[in-house]
């Protein structure tokens, strides 16, 4: 028996450690190709070593191309206060749902679980009218406000919440706390790793997105770094030297951003009480 489950372990190994490899060439690949020159990199030669490594490349677009920093900066703003609003509301939403008693509760958690079944591109009109209304197009708040609060993730902190032990809750009022004194200084600092991973997928998401800057954005000052990115490859399609150094910063932040948060993200959103 025991020589079967070594086998099959070694064989999941094996696996894995070929899928992570086939992973991580491309990666490896446009990584190394940021610091070649043109020529080099349509030769037709695969090297993951550059022959005459460069740097000509990164001050190309952050130098020459005037709005890419602009688009980083912009990209910066509205991922980093999406996910602090996001860690905020759907934290103090998931702990109202799991602990307090109001009218409406219910009705309230079914409302959204209704909004989970619904997909994004249904609502990506109805988003826009509302925001031209207010006037919010080509602005940040309108960038901002619409995605400062996610039904999924309220779910997960409800959830996170309910499985919460209470007698920490209960110590704190004995010794004085208010509710909300209670949540900001006991429970969030120990809900570290349902934070941590709600973080993760929440800055992904508004990093990575496409499609609501191109409805939402069209002052190219204020696109973030995908549309941005988009009308740069559209300058330089030729330069793919240019495109995998762009590729290059934008991949970076998302790569430190798990790497912060790596150490909470692993332990999931479980909690034993323990400490």
Known sequence: MKKKLGIGKAFLYTILVLYAIVTMIPFLWALSSSFKTLEEIVS?????????FTLDNYKQIFIEQQMFPRWLFNSVIIAVTVTLLNLLFNSMAGYALARLQFPGKKSIFIIILAVLMIPAQVTMIPNYLILKQLGWLNSYQGMIVPTMINATFIFMMR??????PKELEEAAALDGLSRIGTFFRIVLPLARPALAAQAIFVFMG???DFMRPLIVLSDPELFTLPLGLNSFKGQYISYWNYIMAASMVFTLPVLVIYIFFNRYFIKGISFTGGK
């Open 44 to 52: 037709g030669t695969i090297s993951f070593i550059p022959k005459h």
């Open 159 to 164: 959830q996170f919440f309910i499985n919460f």
């Open 206 to 208: 508004s990093w990575n």
